[in-house]
């Protein structure tokens, strides 16, 4: 992309970055300022996300009603999961991947640049219509992120606001996985075979075929609450021979491979990262390839285990159950290859080593209270408990969301040039991990001693748990402040960063200057 | 090792721990773990749930002590990083082990799954229906039914700043007007649905929890071997009043149930002969039932008090409203029974209560809070309200 009509030529920018907000960041189609906007979205969203959880944990800090309506709770919680999942990490994952899949593989850009501009500008609006829905009548959606039917046909005038919303969220999701597919299957360098591919490309390729496979279901589902509530369809209304069951089939059938696209590309993150910081090849590349991929199909067959206790046939509980433990291979495969990966390196545990192996570990704890999930007779008992919430947030947040952090601060000096600071960053890293389980750990207690989820109050003999569970959550909003310093401090200046940046470092984006110039690979390199 | 060997092994650890747990630990839940409960099933569901906890603490041990042995030994400035990144026959043995072991854990998982689905045979059957945000209870073989609400005391102290000392609030939260009556040594048939959106029965100590869907008759049984209160909570997300709706179920001996049972039958003769009569209700009695009425069906939303909560959609019964004014009574009556018609959150009661409760309902709504209809509704105009 050149800059014709600007006069002004500075050279201290090495590029021809074209000037002005306008077209720098509006019309943009380089896939590294894209990336840079899905990130800062990102993190937009995740603060708003992360101060609805804070409301949330506040208002269950002790048992009584201290501060939210219970409905206004409802919606908190709702909107805490829309945000955090369509808003935070999914267009984190997008933004890694416009930054990095490209000089991962050797392209210039991403193959669709103008797709790519739109995937991107659709979300602040889908954004801003979301959540000016708590500023309308009847307020923000409070039947939860999953919309079950009948409940959320009780939502206000902000039904509509909430389809339409989740339909631009698909939108964009579903054309941010088309570029990078088109992407990594045509613009790969000479030489860069499929198999030679880095693990973080591996992982969104097949996170890619996810989204194309089960956003559009998500949004036939959506549409179909949509007609029942205006246009006289009964899908979901038992009363009409409809039936409210087939919603949930429906949306955990997008709602399984959904949590995995929000957990591969931190697989991917992590795949690249512990190599780097032990010094040693990735232990099982094909295997982890494999692994993958063995995960993404599984995703497609164990959707009903997010609904045990609506009654299925036996047949059915026991098919879903099996096959839900068979998830667990895979997944092993994958943390046994990373400690192997470790094994006899020479590692060192700059702050993104320690955010990789921190999510190691607390991935492989909310993998294991996966597993106990699983067995249906006891998830009779763990089903919609704290015991859930604990685990799914295991996996997401000291998961995906320490892969993603890991990511960032790995990949922070090539895309501005700069080195962070190291203190602050590991200082970061230890407040959070210690903050974090401070949050979630005690949360499989309560539920295991029967503290339901979605509870603004709750009975007395859950009080202690909540009260150290609503600490940890503050202290953890309030370390994110420091992530939020180390960044900007890191964007302005600093010490200067090589290209290769890490001494273990290897890989094509590695061999371009830090900071990535704006144009890279125009002329594709070889791989041998 | 054989499985033989394995499955003893496994069994005196439960058994070990089971002895720690102590049979108090049956009645007074553990705040760390899941209650081992009182029916031969929760048991069996208790002893999955720490076989397969056990399960991952040794794997997570395993795995965490390798990592951890490795962050301390093979560190930069200690040695030279080795060179080896692949080996098929370890890929092979740690897909194949893992593998084995979910098939150790499959097999009891599936034999306790085939079990609690077996609801066959059973000798009490109690349809269990879920309502915004109550539960009803209706005892099929004998013909008379009820609902159950949170406990008065526990409605008032869970307001936004009620000021109300929780400590001194009867089990709070977990606590209901009319708790749910069973025998102890008999198989029980729940058949749960519900009347609006779905909801979620769940009492832990039952290892029961079964959604209650609109249009759905889902089953699922019970066999109480201890008597005792057993307290649970909706567990599916229904709306606003999600966490203020309990479960409380009585296990009692079959003697005490079979008295509990002569009474309710009782009750229920004199509560058909009342709606039989046509006599003229008076006022005092008309009062007195409808304020039991308002507090069980109307106090979640309207308040006690009467003054709504307009904010969220739920409108005061005082001042310039329908409940206030003398000539909009033939409106009220039929808001109560058939619901709104511009706003869903208000139910149509006609389909649930009986014209005696609506009748003492409205008659309460119109003369408490400092409303002065001086309205005094009887059954039979509810019953012409009906017939139009």
């Not at chain 1, 999930?373 to 995906?400: E, K």
């Not at chain 1, 970061?428 to 949360?443: G, M, R």
């Not at chain 2, 009425?293 to 310039?320: E, I, K, W």
Request: proline residues 5%.
């Amino acid at each position: 992309m050149s800059s014709t009509a600007t006069a002004i030529h500075d050279h201290d920018l090495h590029d021809d970055k074209p000037v002005g907000f306008w077209r720098r960041w509006v019309i943009t189609t380089n896939h590294k300022d894209i990336g840079t906007l899905y990130l800062i979205f990102a993190l937009v969203m995740f603060f708003v996300g992360g101060a609805f959880a804070m409301v949330v944990r506040a208002e269950l800090f002790q048992p009584g009603l201290q501060f939210v309506d219970p409905q206004l709770f409802n919606s908190f919680t709702t909107m805490h999961a829309l945000v955090m999942i369509f808003g935070a990490v999914m267009p984190a994952f997008v933004g890694l991947a416009n930054w990095m899949v490209p000089m991962m593989v050797g392209a210039p850009d991403m193959a669709l640049p103008r797709m790519n501009n739109w995937s991107f500008w659709i979300l602040p609006f889908a954004f801003m219509m979301l959540l000016s829905t708590f500023f309308m009548d009847g307020g923000a959606p409070a039947g939860g992120w999953t919309m079950y039917p009948p409940l959320i046909f009780q939502t206000g005038d902000a039904f509509p606001f909430l389809i339409f919303s989740v339909h631009l969220m698909g939108l964009s999701s579903i054309m941010g996985a088309i570029n990078i597919i088109a992407t990594i299957m045509n613009l790969r360098a000479p030489g860069m075979t499929l198999l030679k591919m880095p693990l973080f490309a591996w992982t969104w390729l097949i996170t890619a075929y996810l989204l194309i496979a089960v956003m559009p279901v998500l949004a036939g589902a959506v549409t179909m609450l949509l007609t029942d509530n205006y246009f006289g369809t009964t899908f979901f209304d038992a009363a009409g021979g409809g039936d409210p069951v087939l919603f949930q089939h429906i949306f955990w059938f997008f709602g399984h491979p959904e949590v995995y696209i929000l957990i591969l590309p931190a697989f991917g993150i992590v795949s690249q990262i512990i190599p780097t910081f032990a010094r040693k090849r990735l232990f099982g590349y094909e295997a982890m390839v494999y692994a993958t991929a063995s995960i993404g199909f599984l995703s497609f067959i164990v959707w009903a285990h997010h609904m045990f206790t609506v009654g299925m046939p036996l047949a059915g509980q026991l098919f879903f159950m099996f096959v839900t433990m068979l998830i667990a291979v895979p997944t092993g495969v994958k943390v046994f290859n990373w400690v192997a990966t470790m094994w006899r390196g020479a590692m060192t545990f700059e702050t993104p080593m320690l955010f990789a192996l921190a999510f190691v570990i607390q991935f492989t704890i909310g993998g294991f209270s996966g597993l106990m999930l699983a067995i249906v007779p006891a998830d009779f008992q763990y089903h919609d408990s704290y015991f859930v919430v604990a685990h799914f947030h295991y996996v997401l947040m000291p998961g995906a969301i320490f892969a993603i952090i890991a990511g960032v601060y790995y990949w922070l000096p090539k895309w501005t040039g700069y080195m962070y600071n190291e203190f602050w960053g590991k200082t970061h890293f230890w407040l959070s991990t210690i903050f974090v389980n401070i949050t979630f750990f005690p949360q499989h207690f309560l539920g295991l001693a029967g503290m339901p989820r979605r509870i603004p109050d709750y009975a007395l003999q859950f009080a202690d748990f909540n009260m150290m569970s609503s600490i940890g959550a503050f202290g953890f909003g309030a370390t994110q402040l420091i992530f939020l310093g180390v960044v900007i401090a890191c964007v302005r200046g600093g010490e200067r960063a090589t290209a290769r940046v890490w001494e273990g470092a290897e890989g094509l984006e590695w061999t371009l200057p830090s900071p990535a110039p704006y144009h890279t690979f125009s002329t594709p390199p070889e791989v041998r | 090792m054989s499985y033989r060997t394995l499955k003893q092994a496994s069994c005196s650890l439960f058994g070990l721990l089971a002895s720690f747990a102590g049979t108090a630990w049956a009645v007074t839940p553990s705040k760390l773990n899941m209650p081992r409960g009182v029916t031969e099933i929760s048991h069996e569901v208790y002893g999955l749930h720490m076989l397969i906890l056990w399960i991952c603490v040794v794997i997570g041990a395993i795995v965490f002590g390798v990592m951890i042995w490795s962050m301390i030994h093979h560190r930069k400035g200690k040695r030279e990083s080795a060179n080896f990144h692949d080996n098929l026959r370890v890929e092979i043995a740690w897909t194949i082990i893992p593998f084995v072991i979910l098939v150790g854990m499959a097999v009891p998982a599936a034999k306790t799954l085939i079990k609690m689905e077996a609801t066959g045979d059973a000798e009490v059957t109690i349809q269990v229906t879920g309502f915004q945000w109550r539960w009803r209870y209706d005892y099929v073989d004998e013909g008379f039914g009820y609902f159950s609400n949170l406990s008065q005391d526990s409605n008032e102290a869970r307001q936004m700043d009620s000021g109300i000392d929780l400590a001194q609030v009867d089990n709070y939260l977990l606590n209901v007007d009319n708790p749910l009556v069973v025998p102890i040594g008999k198989k029980i048939r729940f058949l749960m649905t519900s009347n609006d959106v779905i909801h979620s029965w769940w009492v832990p100590q039952l290892a029961v929890k079964k959604d209650t869907i609109p249009g759905y008759i889902n089953e699922v049984w019970a066999k109480i071997d201890v008597p005792g209160t057993y307290r649970g909570q909706c567990a599916e997300l229904c709306g606003r009043d999600h966490a203020f709706m309990p479960v409380v179920v009585i296990a009692m001996e079959q003697a005490d149930y079979d008295a509990w049972l002569a009474e309710r039958r009782e009750e229920q003769a004199g509560e058909a002969e009342a709606l039989a009569s046509d006599r003229d209700w008076e006022m005092g009695e008309l009062m007195a039932r409808g304020e039991g009425v308002y507090m069980s069906q109307c106090a979640a939303c309207h308040q006690p008090n009467g003054q709504g909560l307009p904010a969220m959609g739920f409108p005061a019964l005082t001042g310039d409203s329908m409940s206030a004014d003398a000539t909009r009574l033939a409106e009220h009556i039929d808001i109560v029974l058939h619901g709104s018609r511009v706003n869903p959150a208000m139910a149509a009661f006609g389909r649930t209560l009986n014209d005696l409760d609506i009748a003492a309902v409205i008659t309460y709504e119109r003369n408490a809070f400092g409303n002065e209809t001086g309205d005094v509704v009887q059954p039979r105009d509810i019953g012409a309200a009906r017939e139009q």
